[in-house]
C-alpha cells in the first residue's frame, strides 16, 4: 500500500508541476490582460478599480491607428513578395540539381542567424547611402528578407510531402505542364503557401528589432508605434493594446485551423 | 532490325516480329538510358502487338520501370526510339501521348471526388459534361465501383482505389495501358481476384498492356508474353510457355519458376545433346549450349515436376536424402540433400498426398528425370574453375 500512496503523491505532484509551468506560460499575458483593465493611470498588477476605457483610448490613439494601418501594409507586401520568392526558390532547391545549391539555401535561410538589429541597420545605412528615405520601400524590403526562411520552409516541406506521381499521373492524363500546376501542384500545395503566408504576416506585424530602424514618423509598425508611447506614457492603454493584439492573432489562427488545419500549417501532417 | 546475340534471342522468329511490325501498338528500337554511369536500359529491342499484355519481368533494378517510364515519357532515351502507334514518341511529351498508368500506390488525387479522378483526363480532353459524366459512369461501372462518384480516394479501401485507378486510365481510351507492379500493395486474396478482373476486363476492350512487375508466378498467370529483363538488358521474349519451358539462358530458367541446378555431363552425337547424369541420359536443346564441347560439365536445370521418385528399374538419376517436408495442401514439396550433383537442396513436388510418411526424413531416396523439356546450360566461369 506504500506503494500506491507514494505513487499517488507522485501523480499529485507532477500535476501541480504541469500546471506551474502551463502558468508560467500564460502568466505574462494573464497580467498584461487584467492589467488592462485597470480604472487608473498605471500599469499596476492587480488592478484595484475596472475599467475598459484604456481600450477606447488606445483605439483612438493615432500613432497606433497609423501604426496598425502600417502594419497590415507592410505585412501584406512583405510576406506576399516573400510568398512569391520563397515559393519559387522552394521549387528549384526541390525539384532541381544545381550548383550551389546548398549555398543558396544557406544564404536564403541566413536571416534566422543574423540579430535583427543588425538586418535593420544594415538596410538603415543602405538606405542613406543611396539617399532613399525611409519610406515604405525600405521596411517592406526589410521585412521580405526576415520573413522569407519561414515562407521557404514551410513552402519546402509542403513540396516535399507532395507525391510527384500524383503529377506525373496528372500528365499521363493529357494535363500539359501549367494545367498540372493549377489542377494538381497549386491545390495540393495550397495549405503551405496559405500557412507560409500566414505565419509571416504574423512575423511580420509583430517585428520590432529591425522595423525600429528602417521606420520613420510616417512609416512607423504598431509595435514601433507601442514603444514610442511607452517611452512617454505609463498608463494601461498599452495593456489594452496587448490583448487586442492576442485576441487577433488567436482569432486569425483559429480560423486558420479550421480551414486548413494547424498540423498541415506548422507541416506536422503524416503522410497518408 | 533483328539484332544477332544470345542476349536478345526471342523463341518467335525474327521474321514475325518484322512483318508484325504494323500492328505494333509499341516499339523499342535499340532503346537506352543511362542515369550517370549506370546503364538503367540497354539497347533494348521489344514489340507489342495491339491488344497484347506484355509483362516486363526482373527482379528491382533490372530496367523494367525504366522502360516503362520511357514509354510513359516520364523519361527520355539517350539513344534508339521508341514508337506507339508507328510513330516515333521520341520528341512527344507525356501529356500528348495518349496514355493511361496505373501507378504502384495508385496515385489517386487527394483534393478530388472519385469522379472528379476517374473524370480528369476526359476534363484534359475538353470532352463536354453530358458526355463526360456517362463516360465516368461506364468506366466505374466496368470495374464494378457504384455509389463511390462523390467520395473521396481516402475514404475507400486498397482495392478500391485500384479500381479508380485502372478506370481514370481506361476512359481516356489510351493507346497503350501501363501498369507499374499494381498488386503489390493488396493482400494475398485481394491480389488473385484482382489480377483475374483485370486480365478480363484488358481482354474485354482489348487494350494494349504493359504490365511491370518482379513477381514470376503474376507474369506467367497475366500475361499474353513476357519479356525477362536483368541489369538493363531484355533477356528473353516469348510466352509464358516458352519462357517457363525453353528459358534462353540460365538466369531466366532460375528467375522464372522453381528449378533445381544439377551438375552432369554433355555428351555430343551428330546434332543431338545428351546430359549424363547418373544412370540416366537426357536430351536437351542444342543451342545454349553451343560453346561446351563433348565430355564437358554442364549445368541441368530442372524443374520440380520434372523430377520424381524412380520406381524399380528405371535408371535412376540420382540419390538423395530427404531432408524436409513443405505440406501445401495440394502437393508437398520435398527437399533433398544430394551433395554430389547439387551444392544447395533439391526441391521435389509429390502430388501424392502421404508423401511425408512414405518418405520421412533421412530416406535415401533414387531420382529419375521425367519430362521432355529439360534445359543445360553451360556452367557458371566461377563454378567452371573448380
Not at chain 1, 78 to 85: C, E, G, H, R, T
Not at chain 1, 166 to 173: H, I
Not at chain 2, 171 to 183: G, M
Not at chain 2, 220 to 230: G, H, N
Request: net charge positive.
Amino acid at each position: 500500500m506504500a506503494r500506491s500512496t507514494f505513487q499517488r503523491m507522485l501523480g499529485i505532484a507532477g500535476a501541480f508541476a504541469v500546471l506551474a509551468i502551463l502558468g508560467f506560460v500564460i502568466l505574462p499575458a494573464a497580467v498584461v490582460t487584467l492589467a488592462a483593465f485597470n480604472d487608473k493611470a498605471i500599469l499596476a498588477f492587480p488592478p484595484q478599480t475596472w475599467s475598459w476605457r484604456w481600450f477606447a483610448k488606445a483605439i483612438a490613439y493615432d500613432d497606433f491607428r497609423s501604426g496598425f494601418g502600417n502594419g497590415v501594409i507592410v505585412a501584406g507586401w512583405a510576406s506576399s513578395i516573400a510568398l512569391l520568392v520563397g515559393t519559387t526558390f522552394a521549387f528549384a532547391l526541390d525539384r532541381y540539381a544545381f550548383p550551389l545549391k546548398r549555398t543558396i539555401e544557406t544564404v536564403l535561410l541566413s536571416s534566422l542567424v543574423v540579430p535583427h538589429f543588425t538586418i535593420g541597420l544594415g538596410f538603415l545605412i543602405l538606405a542613406a547611402q543611396i539617399g532613399w528615405a525611409r519610406g515604405f520601400i525600405v521596411v517592406i524590403a526589410c521585412h521580405v528578407v526576415l520573413v522569407l526562411p519561414f515562407v521557404l520552409r514551410s513552402v519546402y516541406v509542403s513540396l516535399r510531402n507532395l507525391d510527384q506521381r500524383l503529377e506525373l499521373a496528372a500528365a499521363s492524363l493529357g494535363a500539359s505542364p501549367g494545367r498540372v500546376l493549377v489542377t494538381v501542384t497549386l491545390p495540393l500545395l495550397a495549405p503551405g503557401l496559405v500557412g507560409g503566408w500566414l505565419l509571416a504576416a504574423i512575423l511580420s506585424f509583430n517585428e520590432f528589432t529591425a522595423s525600429l530602424f528602417v521606420t520613420a514618423q510616417r512609416t512607423q509598425t504598431l509595435p514601433v508605434a507601442m514603444y514610442n508611447y511607452v517611452r512617454e506614457y505609463a498608463d494601461p492603454s498599452m495593456a489594452a493594446l496587448s490583448v487586442m493584439y492576442i485576441l487577433a492573432t488567436a482569432t486569425l489562427l483559429t480560423l486558420a485551423n479550421a480551414y486548413l488545419g494547424l498540423g498541415k500549417l506548422l507541416n506536422v501532417e503524416t503522410r497518408r | 532490325m533483328s539484332r544477332p546475340g544470345a542476349e536478345n534471342r526471342s523463341n518467335e522468329p525474327t521474321g514475325a516480329t518484322a512483318a508484325g511490325s504494323d500492328q505494333a501498338a509499341v516499339r523499342l528500337l535499340r532503346a537506352s538510358k543511362r542515369f550517370g554511369k549506370v546503364v538503367a536500359l540497354d539497347d533494348a529491342m521489344l514489340s507489342i502487338r495491339r491488344g497484347e499484355l506484355m509483362t516486363l519481368l526482373g527482379p528491382s533494378g533490372c530496367g523494367k520501370t525504366t522502360l516503362l517510364n520511357l514509354v510513359a515519357g516520364f523519361l527520355v532515351v539517350d539513344a534508339g526510339e521508341i514508337e506507339i502507334d508507328g510513330k516515333c514518341v521520341n520528341e512527344i511529351p507525356t501529356y500528348k501521348r495518349e496514355i493511361g498508368m496505373m501507378f504502384q500506390n495508385y496515385a489517386l488525387f487527394p483534393h478530388m471526388s472519385i469522379a472528379d479522378n476517374v473524370g480528369y483526363g476526359l476534363r484534359m480532353r475538353g470532352i463536354p459534361k453530358p458526355d463526360l459524366k456517362r463516360r465516368v459512369a461506364e468506366a466505374l461501372s466496368l470495374v464494378r465501383l457504384i455509389g463511390v462518384e462523390d467520395r473521396r480516394p481516402f475514404q475507400l479501401s486498397g482495392g478500391q482505389q485500384q479500381r479508380v485507378a485502372l478506370a481514370r486510365a481506361l476512359v481516356v481510351s489510351p493507346k497503350v495501358l501501363l501498369l507499374d507492379e499494381p498488386f503489390s500493395a493488396l493482400d494475398r486474396n485481394l491480389r488473385a481476384s484482382m489480377q483475374m478482373e483485370i486480365k478480363e476486363i484488358q481482354r474485354q476492350l482489348g487494350v494494349t498492356t504493359i504490365f511491370v512487375t518482379h513477381d514470376q508466378s503474376e507474369a506467367l498467370s497475366l500475361s499474353d508474353r513476357i519479356a525477362v529483363m536483368f541489369e538493363g538488358r531484355i533477356r528473353q521474349v516469348g510466352s509464358p510457355d516458352e519462357i517457363y519451358r525453353r528459358p534462353a539462358d540460365r538466369f531466366v530458367a532460375s528467375f522464372v519458376g522453381d528449378v533445381n541446378v544439377l551438375r552432369g555431363r554433355l555428351h555430343r552425337t551428330d546434332n543431338q545433346a545428351i546430359v549424363a547424369l547418373g544412370a540416366a541420359r537426357i536430351s536437351v536443346p542444342t543451342e545454349p549450349l553451343a560453346r561446351v564441347r563433348s565430355g564437358d560439365r554442364v549445368d541441368l536445370f530442372v524443374r520440380p515436376e520434372q523430377m520424381r521418385f524412380a520406381n524399380s528399374g528405371e535408371p535412376i538419376a540420382l540419390e538423395g536424402t530427404v531432408a524436409a517436408h513443405i505440406y501445401q495442401g495440394g502437393y508437398v514439396n520435398l527437399y533433398l540433400e544430394a551433395p554430389e550433383v547439387c551444392t544447395s537442396r533439391l526441391l521435389i513436388r509429390s502430388l501424392e498426398p502421404d508423401a511425408i510418411n512414405r518418405w520421412p526424413t533421412g530416406t535415401r531416396v533414387g531420382v529419375t528425370i521425367a519430362g521432355a523439356d529439360v534445359m543445360a546450360f553451360e556452367p557458371e566461369p566461377a563454378i567452371q574453375s573448380v
